[in-house]
């Protein structure tokens, strides 16, 4: 049995810093439930902590050019670990939703690997979201997609979301995507800026 029936959360707010998209700023005093998904080793040398809006085309920009060369890189030798952080705005309702839909495919897919598979095909199909788009790739994944869509409108996993996007709050973000290396914020989303901050903390 997984651990959806035991979330329960709390909204509230806070400010400050830097990024792409900007919005209102929504928390929550919850850390239940869910760990954050991460890749690469307990013991990295380095961890690079990552706050990402499913509805941000900065984030797809990040998702799609960055992230790749960070794993290949860093996570794959197992210098860094990375960890994913929701921080949905929302742009649209599908900040939240498609949000909630990847913390269900992380709670109930067999395979350790599903969350950043369904992280990547929402990027992918960002400007396109729909129920059925989040249920097929779901299902993809061995997730049942009607299951994970009564999820999403029940909001189980919404204190999940809020919980990562309240500590991203309470470390000053406003906008997405936001990175941090080592707890230092980067000053820019790209690989360069990224890479260079790895590099002074090995």
Not at 5 to 32: F, K, N, R
Request: net charge negative.
């Amino acid at each position: 049995m997984n651990r959806r029936h035991a979330l329960a959360g709390i909204a509230s707010a806070s400010t400050l810093s830097v990024s792409g998209c900007l919005g209102d700023l929504l928390g929550s005093d919850s850390d239940d439930g869910l760990p954050n998904p991460t890749l690469g080793p307990d013991d990295a040398p380095v961890t690079v902590k990552v706050w990402e809006d499913f509805s941000c085309p900065h984030c797809k920009t990040f998702d799609q050019n960055v992230y790749p060369q960070l794993v290949e890189n860093y996570v794959t030798p197992g210098d860094i670990q990375y960890v994913f952080y929701d921080f949905p705005i929302p742009l649209t309702r599908w900040s939240w939703d498609v949000s909630e839909a990847a913390r269900v495919v992380q709670d109930d897919a067999d395979d350790s690997d599903a969350f950043w598979t369904f992280k990547d095909r929402m990027f992918e199909n960002q400007g396109a979201y729909s129920k059925d788009v989040l249920s097929s790739a779901a299902e993809a994944l061995g997730v049942d997609g009607d299951s994970l869509l009564s999820d999403v409108s029940d909001d189980r996993y919404k204190p999940v979301v809020e919980a990562a996007k309240e500590e991203g709050t309470d470390m000053g973000i406003r906008g997405t995507p936001a990175i941090f290396v080592e707890g230092e914020a980067v000053d820019s989303p790209t690989y360069n800026a990224i890479a260079t901050a790895i590099e002074r903390n090995l």
